[in-house]
């Protein structure tokens, strides 16, 4: 069977976005004075084969959470959904 | 009032995506073999102060599709909700 995964990887609270910060700036100098806070995170997809979600599912969390994600400064979300 | 906008921005289908195609190289040689097509999407998130939500909307629709995403290899999805 096969598993469409999303993870949706962010950086800390509180942690540096240089990449927002750089944006905002451009779209402050732009004209749009009303954005604040711009915050850049990585939505990664992928294909998983699994015969039962939870086995599937663990898996994607050992992937994010280890590979696709970096503990010490990025928190991570996990979402498993059967592939059409 | 404050609202919080979420653009998520992917690239086309068909749009080579090296970064996908480099962590599942290094996913694979990683001992995770049962992952496959993986994509790389950004996940930008901002605050912006507006009266009603139609014209928020307006704008973050006009702020993604001109400047946050490349309307020629990426496709784009706002999300507008207030801001708590």
Known sequence: MRWKIEVKVNLKEGILDPQGSTIEK?????????????????????????????DVVKRAEETAGRILANPVIEDYKVEVKKAN
Chains 1, 2 share one sequence.
């Open 26 to 54: 451009s779209l402050h100098s732009l004209g749009y004075k009303d954005i604040s806070k711009v915050r850049v995170g990585k939505d990664i997809t992928f294909f998983m084969e699994g015969e039962n979600r939870e």
